[in-house]
């Protein structure tokens, strides 16, 4: 990986909610109104993606190169995930894993400590 991969990965991270489910769900070609819905749909309602917050993300990934216009479907750009992309999207996913491991297996579980 080069330099400036390493900077943008870290750029990045921690990613926010809305920019990693986009990111996540563009491992399928898709428009960004799909992606709103599919938000909607995968997170049982608790996350909406608005247009604005969609579109403003897709711009930025898309200028930053971690996401690409595969087509133009009835007015409707079409995007994917790029290599630079999957990687910032495996880190990602790399943090959040380590952070549910803490939540699941605490580094002094079944240590007595000392109340102070």
Known sequence: MSRANGQLIESYLPMSESG??????LQQPRHGYALMQLATQETNGRVTLGASTVYTILYKMEQDG???????VDRRKVYRITPIGRDILAA????????LRLAVEPANAGKEEAVC
């Open 66 to 72: 971690l996401i690409e216009v595969v087509s133009e």
């Open 20 to 25: 990693y489910l986009i990111l996540l769900f």
């Open 92 to 99: 990602e996913i790399d943090r959040l894993d380590a952070m």
